[in-house]
């Protein structure tokens, strides 16, 4: 299956999105002028009704129903539901980016349409595949089974995108859903899942075949882990919810956190890869997990690379700035042992370059998409994943010391990585080194997901537990059917 879009063509798609919505196209891609502040104050939405529970369990209980009605519409119904996932993301993509964005107060509002423009690309039941053998002692079919219904955890991040990729992984697969929302993206993904309901209702006669809780918390997070109705938990987020996870007893797919280097050796295109790497991490505002966060260059192209960055767009801080930024952007906190350790500022993930720009002390043009700053491999900005469009550039020696560094910087999350080569042996020096669930060679992190690059997309890649970029055959059980010796038909 092709899913191949570029950056051109992604926002000709959300022009025409726009345009079909009966109103003037907003600038797609837009440069970003200020902090975003919401017009008025997030709406109030979500009472319960319509897939929006109070109670986790009574949220879960309600799913285990629900996907008890989808079995009985069968592959068919499962397509539908799907279908009516993926066209409501393309109808209501301009709504929801700013009820999101609203909410939230993080990232890119043309970058927010642009992800839910994107949902109907997402493979659906046509992606699962039965196994047939055939011999001697009869035929076996393998096919895929759903698990009953996943608890998912999303990301304040990417809220109804999230919410809506893993309706369409998980449904096809034949599940049902129960939601436990980030706090901060709760309100805009109660919404949608309402709003789903609604069009399940109507259009398929489906009740609360995806459910979310109201107020979610960590202990509604626990009352999913614990409850009966849950078959398997499918976690997006950071560290902590991650281990929380993994220690709860249930079987857990996680899509944990990233720090994804860049490596640039002395053969790459060096005016490709700084417009590759503005575009990368500059989406969004650089929330995407898989998003360039530091930059390893060599020192025999340092400068030109340096000269490169600027000339695509990209502002340099100096060392002044920089120190000043990084001291609002992290905190310290004590460990208990002695030690601290650091904490990174909520308040500045996902603001606007020109916002950092003005907290470093400095202004940057309007319209600048992404700052920079020189700095060594320890530095906090190196090694914290800061999800805001401030890069590190680091000079190293020689392709061994990149490597090196860059591996260290990514912590073993094993997430994602990006090298400009034309030199196949670090190529693959880089890869057997991070051995990374996503790895592009010549273009932005965003090829990895499909934009620029073969393939599909998906806002849940399965680092930690190891399954990649889910895709409805994640979310299935594997049974076997077995017809023995003389039922065989030849
Ligand atoms: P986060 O870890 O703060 O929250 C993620 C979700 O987990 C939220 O729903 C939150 O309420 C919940 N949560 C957090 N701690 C918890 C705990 N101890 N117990 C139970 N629930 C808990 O992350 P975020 O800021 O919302 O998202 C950004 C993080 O997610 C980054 O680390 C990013 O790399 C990661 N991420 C990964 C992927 C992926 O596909 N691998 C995709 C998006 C985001």
């Known amino acids: 299956m092709s899913l191949q879009i570029n950056e051109t063509m992604l926002k000709s798609v959300v022009e025409d999105v726009l345009r079909k919505l ?19 104050a997030p709406k109030k939405v979500s009472k319960s009704g319509h897939g929006v529970f109070e109670k986790a369990d009574d949220a879960a209980a309600a799913a285990a129903e629900g996907q008890k009605q989808l079995r009985k519409l069968g592959i068919a119904g499962r397509k539908a539901v799907i279908d009516i996932v993926k066209r409501t993301c393309a109808e209501k993509a301009k709504e929801w980016g700013q009820l999101e964005l609203d909410e939230t107060k993080i990232g890119r509002i043309e970058h927010k349409i642009a992800k839910l423009v994107g949902i109907p690309g997402l493979p659906g039941v046509e992606w699962l595949e039965p196994r047939g053998m055939s011999g001697d002692h009869g035929i076996t079919m393998e ?9 998912a955890i999303t990301p304040v991040t990417h809220s109804i995108p999230t919410a809506s990729c893993n309706i369409i992984s998980m449904v096809a697969a034949g599940n049902g859903v129960v939601f436990n929302a980030h706090p901060g993206g709760a309100n805009c993904a109660a919404e949608a899942i309402r709003h789903f309901n609604q069009l399940f209702e109507k259009e398929l006669g489906l009740h609360n075949l995806v459910t979310i809780v109201e107020h979610p918390s960590i202990d509604s997070f626990n009352a999913l882990c614990a409850s009966e109705h849950v078959n398997l938990l499918c976690v997006t987020g950071g560290p902590g919810v991650v281990n929380a996870a993994m220690k709860s007893g249930k079987r857990a797919i996680c899509a944990g956190p990233g720090n994804p280097p860049v490596v640039i050796d002395t053969t790459a295109d060096l005016n490709k890869a700084a417009k590759d790497i503005i575009f990368g991490a500059a989406f969004d505002n650089n929330l995407l997990c898989i998003g360039e966060k530091q930059i390893f260059v060599l020192d025999a192209v340092y400068d030109q690379f340096i000269q490169a960055f600027k000339a695509a767009g990209a502002f340099k801080l100096n060392d002044k700035q920089l120190e000043t930024l990084t001291k609002q952007v992290f905190t310290f906190k004590p460990d208990g042992g002695g030690c601290s350790h650091p904490v990174l500022s909520r308040e500045l993930v996902g603001a606007h370059a020109t916002t950092l720009a003005e907290r470093a002390g400095t202004k940057c043009p309007a319209g600048t998409e992404l700052l920079f700053a020189e700095t060594d491999a320890s530095h906090l900005f ?43 042996v670090n190529m693959g020096a880089m890869a057997r080194a991070l051995d990374s669930t996503l790895f592009v060679k010549n273009g932005s992190c965003m090829a990895g997901l499909g934009v620029g690059g073969e393939g599909y997309s998906s806002f849940s890649i399965a680092t930690t537990t190891g399954e990649g970029i889910t895709t409805p055959d994640t979310f299935t059980r594997r049974r076997r059917c077995v017809l023995v010796d003389s039922l065989q038909m030849y």
Do not use: D
């Open 382 to 424: 190196v090694q914290e994943e800061q999800m805001m469009p401030m890069i590190p550039v680091v000079r190293v020696r020689n392709i061994e010391e990149a490597i090196e560094q860059a591996a260290i910087s990514e912590h073993g999350y094993k997430h994602s990585s990006m090298i400009h080569s034309l030199n196949v």
């Open 143 to 151: 096919e895929n089974t759903p698990f009953g219904v996943v608890a």
């Open 22 to 40: 009966g109103e003037s196209p907003a600038p797609a891609f837009a440069k970003p002028q200020t902090a975003p502040k919401p017009a008025s």
